[in-house]
């Protein structure tokens, strides 16, 4: 029944988790490539911002520098000289001052052959060609910024570089006194912004997207989760009620089939059945030393019960319901299989509960299965074995427990324990413990049995206290 549980528990289900998850997925990719493209987004953006404001301080620069700088030496010392350190304390002056607060790493002043002859560090000045592209395009009157990254191979893989500078390279031109910055190029100024503290926090703010999205991501795979095993739960359930419900329709048609068949012969087998055995009976009578007519009537009893049990199982059982105890029915049980509990030897102990409450129930009906059940136990325990019946009860339900020190029961018989004609008994009916179990869910309750842990059979029942079922009173 597991098999076909889960069978048919994943027809319909597996699609809509296919999905499900499928669906996660391309939404948490999803997720990871709109964060990655907004960091990307917000790289740009930081950088058009930062060579943006470059360019304004170089205009600033270039205006304060040809104004406080390079018409005073002009004026003064006749061309611009800043080897001289009057020259050169001037213009580290006025550079200082007009970059004074604003976030500037280096600058570096190339003249026209391309050697640096202003710089905030000192051991660069005299350099020559060390401006590269970014310098030559400066001298052609372009303005240009460019990021150069520094760091292994990982840091640049997941864009977390471990240095980030923005270097601009403008052209530094004479003013006119009407149109501004638009005058002969007297040189190159390259400004170096350090970009790394805001590119490590863009980077950190990157991995917090990602760890959100995959928190999130994962709180709805949770939730999905449950949901999916809840809607399994509910299909298993469905399923479990339906197969039952198969089971029992199935049954009810053998059973339905099964009494016709027997009534039918009963009736026929009955009636001669019963000439038999009072002619046997009359028979063994007239002679007593003969012991034929014995074996006759011996036989034929046998064959009635047979015909009884058969006429119990199939037909439809309706409890004639009253109060009655629990307790008093196993007692009388014990007390009927006394002779063959004292034959084998073994014993039966009792673990009754205090104060349990009558139950609504056909006690006759009840006596039969549970003598049934003592029954089997004698013959499944060895000689000086023991049977134990105990008892429990909690709100509206109670519970009955049958257990025995026997072999227990293979795999293969509990698969078929309830099959009608399964037997493993010589002269058994395998009528046995269907008959046991119909009287127990005629009174809306429950059976099984299992093999103990060591070795042996636990049965348990479960009965309702109240019962509702139509009398046939």
């Not at 999905?19 to 990719?29: D, W």
């Not at 570089?161 to 007297?186: D, H, Q, W």
């Not at 790394?196 to 703010?205: A, G, L, P």
């Not at 029992?248 to 068949?261: I, V, Y």
């Amino acid at each position: 029944m597991p098999d076909i549980i889960n069978a048919e528990k994943v027809k319909p289900f597996r699609l809509v988790k296919y999905f499900t998850f499928s669906s996660l997925v391309v939404i948490f990719i999803g997720a990871l490539l709109l964060s990655l493209l907004n960091i990307h987004w917000t790289k740009k953006m930081v950088l058009k911002k930062s060579a943006t404001y470059a360019h304004l301080l170089i205009e600033n620069l270039n205006h304060q520098v040809y104004k406080q700088f390079i018409i005073p030496v002009v004026l003064k010392f006749g061309k611009i000289q800043l080897r001289k350190p009057e020259q050169f304390e001037l213009m580290d002056h006025v550079v200082k001052s007009t970059l004074h607060s604003f976030e500037v790493d280096t600058v570096n002043f190339y003249d026209m052959d391309g050697t640096i002859a202003y710089s905030f560090d000192k051991k660069v000045v005299g350099l020559d060609n060390t401006g590269g592209s970014g310098y030559y395009k400066a001298v052609r009157g372009v303005l240009n910024s460019d990021l150069l990254e520094s760091g292994n191979y990982f840091q640049l893989l997941i864009g977390a570089p471990k240095k980030s500078l923005l270097v601009t390279f403008s052209p530094i031109r004479a003013e006119e006194p009407l149109i501004g910055l638009s005058g002969p190029i007297l040189g190159v100024v390259e400004i170096v912004q350090d970009l790394s503290d805001d590119y490590k926090n863009i980077f950190r703010f990157q991995i917090l997207v990602i760890l959100t999205s995959s928190a999130v991501m994962g709180l709805i795979f949770i939730a999905l989760r449950n949901m999916v095993k809840r809607g399994e739960n509910i299909i298993e359930i469905r399923t479990k009620e339906r197969i039952k419900l198969k089971e029992q329709l199935n049954r009810a048609e053998k059973l339905s089939a099964l009494g016709e068949l027997i009534a039918g012969i009963s009736h026929e087998i009955r009636n001669p059945l019963g000439i038999i055995i009072s002619s046997a009976e009359l028979l063994q009578k007239k002679l007593p030393d003969n012991k034929i007519p014995s074996f006759i009537v011996e036989e034929s009893t046998r064959l009635n019960n047979i015909l009884t049990e058969f006429l119990n199982f199939a037909k439809p059982l309706k409890p004639n319901l009253s109060s009655c105890s629990i307790h008093n029915i196993l007692d009388k049980n014990i007390t009927a299989i006394s002779s063959e509990t004292k034959e084998k030897k073994c014993v039966i102990e009792k673990k009754f509960c205090k104060n349990m409450p009558n139950i609504t129930a056909d006690a006759d009906m009840l006596y039969q299965a549970f003598l049934n059940l003592f029954i089997n136990a004698t013959h499944a325990v060895s000689e000086q074995g023991k049977i134990c019946v105990y008892t429990a009860f909690s709100k509206n339900r109670i519970n009955i427990f049958f257990e025995d020190d026997g072999p227990g029961i293979t795999q293969e018989l509990l698969n078929k324990i309830w099959e009608p004609f399964y037997t493993t008994k010589e002269k058994g009916t395998g009528l046995g413990l269907g008959i046991v179990k119909n009287i127990i869910e005629s009174h809306n309750g429950f059976i099984t049995i299992e093999n103990k842990n060591i070795k042996g059979v636990k049965i348990a029942i479960e009965l309702p206290i109240f019962n509702t079922i139509e009398s046939q009173a």
